[in-house]
Every structure is written in C-alpha cells, then in structure tokens.
C-alpha cells in the first residue's frame, strides 16, 4: 500500500499497509478496485433496507482478524481478515446484509449515550482517522492511533444484544432475498465461527466478541435456507469472478510475497494467480517480471481500468512517472468516476514538473475532490498545483481544507486567513475560506475546553 492521504488505490494503497502500523493503531486501506467490488455487492442491500448506497460509507481495515460492523451512523467497516478468509462472494454479501439490518434497525442509535462514557476517546479517534486520512500525507493507508482502549471499545460500544443480532439476521436474509440471493453464505459464515464460541475471549475474532454467535441464530438461518426458493441461485458470474480477484490482489499485497508466490504458483495461468503474482513481483521487488505479468493481463483485457492503475502505480513508485503517465491516463479513460485513480494520475502529473501538466492536474484533483472531498493528500496534492500556476490564494484554500482534515486547527486557521486577503471578496472559494475559519476557531475552543 502507498502512504499518503485519503486517496489512491489499493494499489498504491496495500503497498505501504504492508508496513507494520503502531502497537494498537487501526490501520485503513484505500483501494479503488475492491471498494468498488465491495459496493457492487452492497448497493442493492442497501436500497433493498431503504437506504440511500451513496450515503454508506465502506471502509477497508487492515486486519487479519475476522470482524465487521457499522459505527459513527452508516459507516460499515469491513477487515482485511474477512475478505480473505471468505470462500465466496456469498458469505461476504451474508455479513454485508447483516451488518445492513443494524443499520436499517437503529441499532446505533445508542452509540450516541455510549460515546459519552470511559470509551469515548477510543471511537472518536477511530472516527477521526477515516476523516483526517493518512499522517504524513499517504493516501491510501490511514493509520488512527486508537490505543488499547480500542478493545474495550469493540467489546461495549459495537456489542449488541441477542435480540438486537436476530433482529440483523432476519432483515439481511430478507434484503438478500428481495434480491434473489442465497443466504447460504450467511450461514456458512456462521458455521467459520460457530467453533470460537468456546475459545477464551483473548483467542475469539472480534467478530464473534461483538455479534454473539448463538443455537438460536444459527437454527433461524438454517432453516431460512431451507425453506427459500433463492437457496440454490447461483451468484452473477461477474461476482464470482470479482471475489478471486479481491482476494487475489489483497493476498499479494498484504501476505508475504513468498508466501503469495508458493500459493499463487507459476504454472497456474488463471487471471486472479498472475494477479496476485504481479502485486507479489512489484513488491519484492522485480520490476521486469512484475511489469511482464501486468502486461499480459492487459493484453487479455486492455479494457481493465484496474490492470492499468496498477501499471502505473508499479511504475511511479519505482521512479518512473512519465512512463506511469499513460497508464493512469488510460485507467482514468476506462473508469472516469474513480476518484482515487484521478489522483494517482494528478500526482504523476505533479511528479514529473511540468507547467503543461499543471492545469490538467488541477482539473482532476477537482473532480476527485467532488467524491474524497475528505482526503488530505488530495488538498496538498491541489496546493502544490494551485501554487506552481500562480494561484496563491487557492492554494491556501487546499493548505487550509488539508490542515482542518488533519486535526491541524491552528495551521488551516493561518492558512485560511491567508486565502482570505488574496481572493476576491465574495467569490466561492472567499465564502469557503469564511466557513473554515469558523470551524477552525471552533475546534480550537472545543481542544481548549477539553
């Protein structure tokens, strides 16, 4: 994974995850390809449960352990862990549709007491994490310093009781069947669990420590599945395929890349094995092998947006921006709404130093900004730009946006008051700078008061 703010892909996000986060810390990944799969996945849960999709936010956790779950209203966290211990699409769409019945049943309201209490600090910096992104400007690894207390967090904030977890099953297995889906996976992700229940607490997955697994869950589902029609409905291929490749690509870079060679072996030729040997090839490093592997994957696909990115992420970070350049531009081409990949390609614009780049660098880091408008690296990235044509007081506006993001108060204060003398009076961007420093003052007097 890469470090930097909010923004790229897991491409360049799993890169830098790779490296060890801090005792206690909870490490986030970024990556376009599987937040996308992931959310093709959810959307129609979503909307099955009346929810808007674009309001969830899906965020990625760099953790083997098994767990999931919703917290700070419609944020579903999902481990690392659970993505590569799932067999199939379908028991990562069970827990998905589970984790939506929480949130279509409310069942977060009483977050909003518990954060008043001993384990308040835990999930606030949680929380803050998400917004503030990656310390030192990484986008794609977020990296919230939680502390021990984090533990007890998950054990009493993201706990719910028995009637609240039957309460999930049966709205997920019937927003799953709104959508012709087996809720098989639902139950055979029970049954990975069902043998933690007599480990000691300190050995279980979080996942079981938070949703207790209990005779009379575990029989409700089973019976469901055997009595819906959808039982035996077969997953759209294109989702089959999609799992292989998540895991694929979350193997090679999060397993050590020995280890992803052993298992993804030479003479297997299938999509997802060279896929996860690439990731493993770019980061051991050998960069003529890896670069061979990509390259054929886009010779069977060249209309693969996510081949591409993953070119151009293994040649900028190996210091080859201008031959990165056309293959960001590509994967930018093939899949314009991606906001994280326009900032992979802004930033190779960025890195090669040139005026002529400038402005299309600018263009895409505010089309990015339009769905990471939280996403620190992205404002810095714009401040950089901004400057280089000139553009002083916009500049600031990002130093500003960036600062506030990261927690920076007194500095998007400064910097807002230096955007202010240099923009027009009642421009937009002028109006944005009043509101900035209105919040900066304000989360200056709430530090103050803490």
Do not use: C
């Not at 090679?252 to 996860?276: C, H, M, N, W």
């Not at 402005?359 to 990471?372: D, G, M, T």
Request: aromatic share 6%.
């Amino acid at each position: 994974m890469r470090s930097v703010a909010l923004a790229m892909s897991l491409t360049g996000a799993l890169a830098s995850a790779v490296a060890p986060a801090p005792a206690h810390a909870i490490a986030l990944i970024r990556d376009a390809e599987i937040e996308n799969t992931i959310r093709v996945w959810a959307t129609p849960l979503f909307e099955a449960a009346g929810l808007v999709p674009d309001d969830v936010r899906i965020i990625l956790v760099n953790d083997r352990r098994i767990n999931a779950f919703v917290a700070g209203g419609q944020n579903l966290f999902l481990n690392t862990g659970l993505l590569l211990r799932a067999d199939h699409a379908g028991q990562v769409i069970g827990v998905i549709a589970h984790e939506t019945g929480h949130i279509a049943g409310g069942h977060l309201a009483r977050l909003q007491d518990a954060l008043k209490g001993a384990t308040a600090t835990a999930i606030l910096s949680l929380l803050a994490g998400i917004a503030a992104g990656v310390a030192a400007g990484r986008p794609d690894v977020a990296v919230a310093g939680v502390g021990a207390g984090m533990t007890a967090a998950e054990r009493n904030l993201l706990s719910y009781t028995r009637t609240q977890e039957a309460s999930a099953d049966q709205a997920g297995v019937n927003f799953m069947e709104q959508n012709g889906i087996s809720s098989k996976g639902l139950y055979e992700f029970f049954q990975i669990l069902s043998g933690q229940e007599l480990m000691v607490t300190s050995r279980q997955d979080p996942y079981v420590r938070t949703h207790p697994l209990t005779k009379e869950r575990m029989e409700f589902v089973k019976n469901w599945v055997a009595s819906s029609r959808y039982s035996d409905a077969p997953l759209p291929p294109e989702w089959v395929v999609m799992h292989k490749r998540m895991r694929a690509k979350l193997f090679g870079f999060i397993e050590p890349t020995q280890r992803t060679l052993t298992v993804y072996k030479e003479d297997d030729r299938s999509v997802e094995a060279r896929y996860a040997r690439a990731v493993a090839l770019y980061r051991k490093p050998d960069l003529p092998k890896a670069l061979a592997t990509i390259d054929g994957l886009i010779r069977e696909q060249p209309d693969d947006p996510f081949f591409w990115e993953l070119k151009g992420q293994t040649l900028f970070e190996n210091g080859r921006a201008a031959e990165a350049l056309p293959a960001y531009e590509k994967a930018v081409q093939l899949l314009p709404k991606s906001g994280l990949i326009r900032i992979d390609l802004a930033r190779a614009q960025i890195e090669l130093n040139r005026p002529e780049l400038d402005k299309s660098a600018i263009a895409h880091l505010n089309e990015a900004l339009r769905q990471e408008n939280e996403n620190p690296m992205a404002w810095r990235q714009l401040a950089i730009a901004q400057g280089r044509t000139g553009n002083i007081g916009m500049a600031a506006l990002a130093l500003a946006e960036e600062a506030l993001l990261r927690g920076d108060y007194r500095v998007a204060l400064g910097q807002a008051q230096r955007a202010e003398r240099l923009l027009a009076v009642g421009s937009p961007p002028y109006l944005r700078v009043q509101d900035l420093q209105q919040q900066a003052r304000q989360e200056m007097a709430k530090r103050n008061n803490n």
